[in-house]
């Protein structure tokens, strides 16, 4: 059964790694939209995640079978996301991004839903199940970073062909790269909806049957909702809103300023994890795999609250070093590694909590609505705000100052880690019973 549930988090995270970390370059290096274009265009990406609750989790909780649920949506997905490769008006793409969003987003927690009911140790088995979503993630970003850096990197010649013409419109080989680099990412999309068909026809041939449960009332998001009410989750999600804006800092920001830095990064390094960005924050899903592996051996005995703080100091601990180490290759690459940290001790550890604090007959209804916390209204809302900063330090629709733009999600992340302090409740409590036999 685990092998199921690891193939199914292998896939589900592979679609999605292929092409988020790229999206920004993509969209304003290559499309030409600006940055409140793009930050609209993240906002409706999640459009689906708040959605989902009321519809996907309802449907899982009460109607249909979720492995059902799964695939037609990621075969839907498929057919959209296919299509986003060569959208290339600023209207077709921001409705295709709808579209997909509405099909793709309800799946991330429904395959969580998914895999608790039919883990029998959620402290020892998720983790060992969930981190092939990582491996996934980082096997996506490795295939097109190479990709980019084996097809899509101009040798110096064709750069003095491309410009021998016409100097004046000449810009510097590094300039040159990261252009065609960002073209080339055009192909992520491609890869995603190859990576959806095989999902969607995993999850209706080969995913153990997950029936609807009956439940105290109909609708099972409202009695979810009656459940968030209480402590810890009430803090956990509150804490979720800030805590996902800076997360979304790191996926809107990170590959374009990557991409600049590996223009000019020593070509070993290019060589390992290809170019555009991508492949080098792998890094931070390697590291994360080592963090998750390392939660069941530590869940059992550290307090959910000691771990999410860990997390906190992770996130404020990345963002420094964004801000305030250069152009040093190896300070920023053990940025990117506390990414491992960030996700596994906060993000990760949440859905836990979420999933030991609620009844059974509520879990897929309440593991939506942290979603639609995490990559809802937290990429909406971040998704703005980090337009809205970029814009500040930036000339010409371009980032160019780093430090300035990264040293505020740093601060928010140990404001975030002061209120988990305060208002997070000391220990760890029992899971509650389920309301049903």
């Known amino acids: 059964m685990k092998t199921k549930l690891s193939v199914m ?50 449907i899982a909780d ?28 600023y209207d077709s793409f921001l409705w295709l991004s709808l579209a997909y969003s509405l099909v793709y987003s309800p799946t991330l927690p429904l395959t969580n839903s998914l895999a608790f009911h039919h883990l029998e140790d959620r402290d020892r088995d998720f983790g060992r199940v969930r981190v092939w979503g990582t491996v996934g993630w980082i096997v996506a970003g490795l295939l097109i970073g190479q990709f980019l850096y084996r097809y899509y990197t101009p040798t110096e010649a064709a750069y003095t062909e491309a410009f021998a013409q016409n100097a004046t419109t000449a810009k510097d080989y590094a300039a040159y790269k990261i252009s065609s680099w960002n073209a080339g990412m055009a192909n992520a999309f491609k890869l ?58 790191y996926f809107v920001h990170t590959a374009g300023f ?30 994360e795999v080592a963090v998750l592996a390392a939660i069941p051996l530590v869940a059992k005995e550290w307090s959910r609250k000691t771990l999410l703080a860990i997390g906190l100091l992770a996130y404020a601990g990345r963002m420094a070093l964004f801000a305030y180490a250069g152009d040093s290759v190896p300070h920023v690459m053990l940025g990117i590694a506390l990414h491992g ?29 942290f979603n639609l916390v995490i990559i809802g209204i937290g990429i909406i809302v971040g998704s703005k705000i980090a337009g809205m900063i970029a814009a500040r330090y930036s000339v010409d629709n371009k980032v160019t100052d780093y430090t300035g733009l990264f040293s505020w999600p740093m601060w928010a ?22 309301s049903t036999p």
């Open 9 to 58: 988090m292998f896939l589900q995270y592979a679609i999605w790694g292929a092409w988020l970390p790229l999206l920004w370059p993509f969209l304003n290096g290559h499309r030409g939209f600006d940055g409140d274009q793009i930050s609209t265009m993240f906002a409706v990406g999640a459009v689906g995640a708040i959605i989902a609750p009321f519809i996907a989790g309802q």
């Open 62 to 89: 009460r109607y249909f079978n979720t492995e059902k649920f799964l695939g037609i949506s990621h075969l839907a997905g498929a057919a959209i996301v296919w299509f986003l490769a060569t959208a290339e008006s």
């Open 192 to 249: 995603s909806a190859i990576l959806g068909v095989a999902m969607g026809l995993y999850c209706l041939s080969m995913l153990p049957k997950t029936p609807p449960m009956k439940g105290k009332e109909a609708n099972a998001t409202m009695e979810a909702l009656q459940e968030v009410r209480r402590q810890p989750l009430t803090t956990l999600f509150l804490l979720a809103v800030p805590v996902s804006c800076i997360h979304q800092f």
């Open 258 to 287: 990557l991409g600049t830095l590996q223009s000019k990064a020593a070509d070993s390094i290019n060589t390992v994890f290809g170019v555009g960005g991508g492949g080098l924050m792998t890094i931070g899903q390697i590291s």
């Open 341 to 369: 940290l960030c996700f596994g001790c906060f993000i990760f550890v949440a859905f836990m909590i979420v999933d030991e604090e609620t009844t059974k007959d509520v879990r897929a209804s309440a593991q939506s609505l």
């Open 413 to 434: 992340a140990l404001a975030c880690f002061v209120l988990l302090i305060l208002f997070y409740p000391n220990g760890r409590k029992p899971a509650p019973q389920s």
